[in-house]
């Protein structure tokens, strides 16, 4: 096996336990479990949804649909947040390690 050939079954490996993760941590939270009953349609790039099953290492549409709506609606908005936050704490304040 060659080094190309490793990493990218490493990166596969890396995507399916994101995909897992990001199922468990969905049903956890309530979002799967229920009926399968809304529908979504679309048109995109045959390049993106072939690019996105390939990142995430899964070929089904449906389940291409369902991480991405799940990676969406788990999404955290750290990054909101800190902003919102400066300048809140003083620059005077000592944090000692």
Known sequence: MSASESIGRRKMSLAEMRVRVTLETAQAAGLLGGARSARVAGRVPAELVAAAKKSAGISSDTD?????LARLALEDDFGAKLV????????DVGIEF
């Open 64 to 68: 291409l649909i369902e991480i991405a």
């Open 84 to 91: 919102r936050n400066k300048g809140v704490l003083p620059r």
